[in-house]
C-alpha cells in the first residue's frame, strides 16, 4: 500500500479574511428569524440535535419580533434592555479613553457583544450565580451594580472593593451572582458545574451558569465542565460566547473540522443550541428556556452565542494587525444596538432618535467628579499606571 | 485502629456533624476507595454526599471549588499524590488564590487529601512526594500526618479550615509504621500506641509541631514516614538527637524548630522527596537565617535523589535509617 | 416561578448491577454481524454519524464471517491472530500466577480484551506508532516484541531493558512502534496526535495511535487530543477502550448522559465508530480502514471497542468488591478467542480441538530456565518484591 | 537589538539550518506573538513549522512530546508563564520523565518559553515567576536571560539540548534593561551594550553563570530582572559587591557561585517569586551546605511576598533596589 500514498501534509485553518483583504461572510448561513422552533423545556437532547446547528433568532430584518421565542418580554422590559445595552457601551467607551489617557492600566471592551450577557441576566433570578469570564460585564450592569463601584475597581483606587488585587474588570460579587472572574482561562466554566451540583445537592433551586469564549473551548477545563455536567445533571447553562476571534486567532482554530461549537455537547448528551447573539430577544428567550430546564431538574444547556468582537481584544490590542479592518462592518448579524432599538421603533414603542441616556448610578458626571477624573486617588491603594514599557496583549 | 480506619472515622465524624460535608473522587464512592480510606461514607450518608467521580483530577478539584462557593466543604480524594498534576491549575490559579483575589467576597474551604511518599514499589506514578509543589503557592496549607492519632486530628483541624488544605497521607503508613527497614515484619498500628484514636471530634491544630523525642546533640526535622526513619536512626546511631515530627509544613511551627536547634547547635533534615527546591531547602533556610549563630556544623539534607521515583532501585531512592544514620554522624563531627 | 419549583437533587449513575445482583445486559444493544456498511475511507464524518451508535460486528453468532468488513484476512493470518491472543492470555496467566507468588510486584492482565490490541496490531505498518495505555500489550505481542524482554521487564532484571525504573508492563520499544508507557491517564493520547503531526509536517506516510480505556475518556487530555487532531487533520486513529469498568468505576460515570462514547467525536468533526471489540476480524477490520483513511490524509478517527475487562483492573484490585462475579459471563459479545477459535472452525480451517500452543520467544520453559523461574536474579538490577503492606490499587 | 528580536532571531536561526525545528503557540503564527517573539516566521518558514494552536497548554505541550518522539524539535510558547499550570502534567509527568522512565528508548528535546515575571502591571495572573516549580522537577533544564545577547545565545542552546527546556524569558526586559526604579524613563536596548547581540548561531552554554560586577565584599544571586535590581542597588549602597546573573538555574554554575562566596564570606540573594520554598531556598541551602565555614553572616533573601502578585501595589511586592539596599547593608553589618 505505501507506495502509492501521497506525503502527508498538515492543515492549518486559515480565516477568510486576513488585513488588506475583502470580508466576506457569504459561507455564513444565517436561518430566519423565527424558523427555530422553541421546544419544551424537558425535551431529549437527542430531539434537539439540529438546534446547534441552526441559530435561534427573533429579530427580523425589519425588527419584527417573530417565532415561537417571540413574546415574552413587555416593551418596559425591552427599552430597559436597550438602557442596559447603551450604558454599557457607553461605559466601555469611556473606560477604553481613560486607559488612553494613563488613568488605569488595562480595560476590555465588549463592543457589539453587548446583548450577550446584558440579556442574559435578565433571564436569572436573584440567589443564581454566573461564572463569568471577563467579558460578561453585562450580567452587573443589568442586575443593578453599581458602575461607580465598577469604575473604583478599574482604577484601583480606595474604594475597590478588591483592594487593588485584581486587574482591572477582574470583578467580584457574589451578592449580584457574579464569581470572581480568573484571569485563567477555562478555569471557571468547571467551577460553575461544582456550584450547580452543590445546589442539587442541597436540594435548593437555584441554578449557575458558566461562561467561555470560542478560543478557550479548547482548554481542558471545557471538558471537565461538559463531563461533570453531563454525569451529574447539573443544574447548570453553559455559554459559549463565539466572538469569532481568539486575540489574534480565529475561531476555526479552536473549533476545528466541526461546524459549529454547540455541536460539542453532543457528544455528552447536553441540550445544545445557538442563538442569534447580537438578538437581544433571542438570548432573553433562549437564556429563560435553558434556566428553567436547569431549574426544572432536566439538567445542563450548552448554549453558543453567536457574536462578534467589534474592539480590539483588549486594550493592550491593535486588531487590525491580523484582520481586516472591514470586517466589523461586514458582520451579518449587526449591532445588538441598532436591531433592539430598530425593533422598538418597528414596534411603536419608541422614537426614531430614541437611543436612552445610558443608566447607572451615579451618573458619570458624578462619578468623575468623586475620583478626581481618575487623578491618583490619595487613598490607600494606588492607581494603577499603565504599563507602557511593555507591549503585548494581556 | 490502623491510619486508613483513622481517616474514614475523621470523615464519618465530620459528615455526621456538618451536612455540608460532601466526599468524592475516583472510586470513593461504592467502593470506597482504592485505599479504603471513605469505605462504607456513602452507605452512611446517601450518594449525594459521598460519590464516585469521573477520572478528571481537574474537574475533581474544579467542581469543589464551585461547590465551596456555594457554601458547601468538599472533602476530595485524589488516588495518588502523583496524579494531582492535571489539578495543579484549578489548585495554584483557583482555590489557593481565591479569596485573596476577590478580598474575601468568595472563598474555598476545600481539603485534597492524596495518598503520597514511596516504600510500596509503586514506581515512579505511585510513589512520589510533591510537597514542595504546593508549599510554593502562597494561598494553600500543607499538612501531612505520621499515625492514626494526628490523621484524624489533623484531617478534622483540615475540613474546619475555611481556606484550601492539602492534605497528604503516607501511604507507606497506612497499615503500620515503618523505619525503611524493608525486610523487617510490618508491625500493625494497632499494637502501637499511635493507634490508639481518640473518640470524638477532638482536632490537632494545624501549625503545631510534634517532638517525638527530646534530645540534647542535634535536632532532626522530618514529617510523614520519615518520622520512623529518624527514629530508627537514633536508635541505630545512639546519637541523643531531639526528632520533630513537622505535622503541618504550612503553616509551618517555626518556634519549635527555632527553640530546637537553638538548644542543639544541630539540624538535619530528612524527606523522601527530590532534593532541589525540596521543602528541605526552605527549612534549611528557615534555620539559617534564624539560628546562623548557634549552628556549629552545616545543616545537613538527607532525601530521596533527583531522578523520578524509581521501580526496583526503590531502596537506594528511599532515604533509610543508614543514610540518615551517616548523616547524624557527619554533622556531630563537623 | 420559583414556589412551583421542586428542590434538585443530584443525579448519581448506577451500574445496572452490583454484587449479589443478576447481570442483565438486555439493555445493551447488539446489532446484528454484518449490518454496518463499510463506508469509502475518505467518507464524510457527518455521512457515518450512525457508526457511532451501531457497533461493527463481522463473526456472527455461528462464527461465520459476514457483511462488508468481512474477508480482509487469509486464514494464516486468522490463524495467527488466534496464536496471538492465546499467547497473550497464557502469559498473563502466567504473570498473574508470578505476581501471586512474590516473583514480582505488579501485573495487569488482558483477560477478555485480547482481540483488541492484537487484531490493531495487524492493521499497521513498519515505522507507525502506538501510544498505548497499561493494557495493550497484544500490539507487542502481534507484532514479535520478544516475549523474553517483556518478562526481564515484569522481572525488573539485569535484563530489562528500562534498567528496572518503571513499573512492571510499562513496556518501551520504538523500534516496534510501541511508546513508553506513562502511569498517568490520558497523557499519551495527545501525545500520538503530536507524533502524527510531526508525521504530517515531514511530508511523511507514517501514522499514529492513541489508545485510551473508557474511564479515562474523562480526562482533559481527551478533550486535548480531539481539539489538536480536528484542527489539523492529524494523521491518527484514536482508539478508546471500553471495557465497562474503570477500576470500581462503571463506565456510566465517565460517559454521563450520552449513548456512547464514540459519539464524542461527532463534537469535533472527527469520523467516529464502535466496533465490536470481542471480534478480531472486526477489530482488524475496521483498524485498516481507520488507518488508510489517516494515511490518506483524510484525516483522525475515533473508535469505541466495546469489550469487557473479565479480571480484575490489576493484581492489587478484587472486583467482587464491586460488581457481580457472574457478570463477566453475561457479558454478551462472548470471548475473543472462543469467538476466534469457532470461527476457524465452521470456515473448516481448524480442528474442534484447535487452541494453538503459544508462540514466543522463547517458549514459556526457556525463559523460565534462563531467569532462574523469576527468582531474585543475581544482576545490576533487583527483583521488585511485592508490596504486602499496602492493600489498595495501583 | 531588542530582547524580543534577538528571541526572533534564535528561532529565525535554528529554523534555518534544522528543518526538524517547529514553533507554534498560541497567537505565534500569523501575529507572530503577543510579544511579537515570533513575528515573521510563518511567512518566511511557511504554516507547518509556524503555526497558531488552540487555546489549550496541555495540549501544546502534549503534540511538543509527541512530535519530539518523531524526531522534530519543537520550541513551543505558552503565552504567560501564569497559564503554563495546565500544561504542568505533561511536562512534569511526561517531558522531563520520557528519557529515564524508558531509558533513553524515547527522548524529549523541546524548548518551553514563556514570559515571566512581573513589573508590567499585569497583576497576578500576567506576573508570575514559577522557575522553582520546574526547578524542582528532576529531568528539566530552566534557563532565565537578563539581556538579548544571552537571550539569542541561550535560545540556540536550549533548542540544541536533547532534553527539555523551561525558557523563562523576563518580560519586563523584552524593551530594555528595567532596575526597580519604575518612575525612571525607559532605557531601550538598542542603547545599551548587551544590545549588541552577536551574528551567527554561538550558543551560550546552558550551567554557566555570568559575574556581572566583581567585588570583594559580599555576593549577590540573582538572575533576569532582578540582575538590573542588585546592579542598582549596589551603585546606591556603595558597597563592593559581586553581582552574579545565573543564566542557567538548572544546571547550575554552584562553582562560580562557592568561589565567589568564600571569597566574600557574605550573600545575599533575590529573586521576584514568592519567598517560601523559592529558588532561593534551594540557592541559600546550597551556600549553606558548601560555604558554611566561610560565612560571616546569615545569608540574607530578598524575594517576592507570599502573596499573588498584586495590581495596583506592585511596587511594594516587587524586591526593589530600596528593599535590596536594606539587605545589603544588613549583610554588612551582621
Ligand atoms: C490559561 C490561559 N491561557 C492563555 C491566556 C491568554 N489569553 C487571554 S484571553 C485569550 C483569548 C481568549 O479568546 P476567547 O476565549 O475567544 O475569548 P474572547 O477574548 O474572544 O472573549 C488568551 C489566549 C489566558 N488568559 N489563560
Ligand atoms: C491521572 C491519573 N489519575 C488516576 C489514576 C489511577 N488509575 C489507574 S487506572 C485507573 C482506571 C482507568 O480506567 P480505564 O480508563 O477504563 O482503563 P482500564 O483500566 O479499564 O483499561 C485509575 C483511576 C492514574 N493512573 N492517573
Ligand atoms: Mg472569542
Ligand atoms: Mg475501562
Redesign the pocket.
Known sequence: MTDEIEPLSLNVPEPGCRPGDTPDFSDFEIPRAGAVPRPPVDADPDSIRDMAFSIVRVLNKEGEAVGDWAGALSTDELREGLRHMVTLRTFDARMQTAQRQGKTSFY?QHLGEEAVSCAFARALEDGDMNFP???QAGLLVASGYPMLTMMNQIYSNAHDPLHGRQLPIMYSSKEHGFFSIS?????QFVQSVGWAMASAISGDTKIATGW??????A?SDFHAAMVFASTYKAPVVLNI???Q???S?F?GI?RGGVGTFAARGHGFGIASLRVDGNDYLAVHAVAKWAAERARRGFGPTLIEHVTY?AGG??TSDDPSAYRSRREAAAWPLGDPIERLKQHLITSGNGRRTATPRPSGDPGFGDFCAETGRGRRHPGRWRCAQPARHVRG?? | MTMIEAIREAHDVAMAADDKVVVYGEDVGFFGGVFRCTAGLQEKYGKSRCFDAPINESGIVGTAIGMAAYGLKPVIEIQFADYVYPAY?QIVSEAARLRHRSNGDFTCPIVIRMPTGGGIFGGQTHSQSPEALFTHVSGLKVVMPSNPADAKGLLLASIADPDPVIFLEPKRLYNGPFDGHHDKPLVSWKKHPLGDVPDGSDAVPLGKAKIRREGADLTILAYGTMVYVAEAAVAETGIDAEVIDLRSLMPLDLETIVASVQKTGRCVIVHEATRTCGFGAELMSLVQESCFYHLEAPIIRVTGWDTPYPHAQEWEYFPGPARLGEALNKVMED
Open positions: 476590555m469570564t471577563y467579558r484571569g485563567n482561562l477555562g478555569t467561555i469564549g470560542d478560543g478557550s473551548t482548554e460566547v463565539n466572538n476571534w481568539a486575540i486567532t475561531q479552536a468582537r481584544h483588549s496583549c494581556l | 491549575d
